[in-house]
């Protein structure tokens, strides 16, 4: 998935790589918490108008509070036909990341996970990788040695994950996720989308949104799961873009992974990302990192209705707790900005019920 020697349109995501690979190997258990300032001065006290759809209650797993509150509000204000605040249906566009908005991420993020599994995978081509340090840490688990070793590791990272087609490419990201389970909470990946969540896309589907995700992860490794997990198609997914070719590949006509990046979709490339597939600037928009910071600016700054949100995981009992000090995905200069500005800061720890949907949803 990565060039040897990146170009200067790689070298975001090959960085980010480089420092996801580095709190991997400082540490593989959960980020220590930093007791926040209260969320609660950051989104408005006004109760939800009653129009909101559907008819039963909304939004179950969310505590009765101050984001519950604010979302409701905010989606019976842009719905109430002749309201000043009234926005017609083709407006109503809502992005969410998704590692650490969507679904988990921690340790590292799964594809970053599934993208190492592809080094194993690939091994038996590649005996030369045997007097390879960096894959001889990776195979003992060696953190000291992975972190001296890194831009070899990226290297192996990248000839594993580049050089077949994109559908082949496809039943890989299938097949893993299919097999693999979370190495803490050992349940399958899928099963780590947060059920708050996936109740908030739902309501904001029955109230005339469309729903993208524009997400650092890349394009393809979504699209193959997404529908079935989020309800939210292919065509609806916004994520960094690894180079393609076209050849005919095997006798049929092929598009093919090649290493580096055609487009790196985080931090101010998301609202380039999202001018580019949408057209449209969101009224509302879902984070948790720093990454996802300009994406919130640019959508609070829209005219008219904005919602801003960002998840704070504050739950080390029932998922993780990580802010201001995760190498991973930090909230510090987003979470700043979120208390000047009136953005609604979401405590997993406090506004969910519940973290994750029951095996069977």
């Known amino acids: 998935m990565r060039c040897i020697k990146p170009r200067a349109q790689s070298r975001q995501v090959f960085r980010r790589l480089a420092g996801l690979l580095v709190w991997m190997c400082v540490t593989l258990t959960a980020c220590v918490s930093h007791e926040p300032p209260r969320t609660e001065s950051t989104a408005p006290t006004t109760q939800p108008a009653p129009s ?3 008819s039963t209650a909304p939004l179950p ?5 101050v984001a519950r509150a604010a979302i409701l509000k905010f989606i019976a204000d842009v ?8 926005v017609p249906k083709e407006a109503r566009v809502a992005v969410f990341d998704n590692d650490g908005t969507l679904w988990s991420e921690s340790p590292i993020p799964f594809q970053l996970s599934f993208m190492i599994e592809q080094v194993k995978a690939a091994a038996p081509r590649h005996p030369e990788w045997q007097r390879n340090p960096a894959f001889k840490a990776l195979l003992a688990h060696d953190d000291a040695a992975l972190a001296q070793n890194r831009k070899p590791l990226l290297e192996l990272i990248a000839v ?3 050089g077949m087609s994109t559908d082949e490419y496809d039943r890989s990201i299938r097949a893993w996720l299919t097999s693999a389970k979370h190495p803490t909470l050992q349940r399958p990946y899928t099963d780590l989308v947060y059920q708050p969540q996936l109740e908030l896309l739902d309501l904001l589907r029955a109230n005339g949104f469309k729903v993208w995700i524009v997400s650092g992860g890349t394009a393809q490794f979504m699209r193959v799961w997404a529908s079935e997990a989020y309800g939210i198609p292919p065509e ?3 994520g960094a873009e690894e180079k393609l070719k076209y050849e005919i590949h095997g006798g049929t006509p092929a598009l093919l992974r090649v290493p580096g990046f055609a487009f790196v979709d985080d931090g101010p490339g998301k609202p380039v990302g999202i001018f580019r597939a949408i057209g449209r600037r969101p009224i509302l928009a879902f984070g948790n990192s720093d990454g996802d910071r300009e994406m919130l600016e640019y959508t609070a700054s829209g005219p008219g209705e904005t919602l801003a949100l960002l998840l704070h995981h504050d739950d080390s009992d029932r998922e993780f707790a990580y802010d201001r000090q995760s190498s991973l995905a930090r909230l510090d200069k987003a979470w700043d900005e979120a208390v000047a500005r009136g953005w609604v800061v979401v405590s997993m720890k406090r506004d969910w019920k519940t973290v994750y949907p029951g095996p069977k949803r």
């Open 61 to 65: 797993s969310w505590q009765d509070g």
């Open 236 to 238: 609806q997914i916004v």
């Open 160 to 162: 594993a994950n580049s």
């Open 79 to 86: 719905t109430h036909e002749g309201a000043a605040t009234y």
């Open 52 to 54: 909101v759809h559907p």
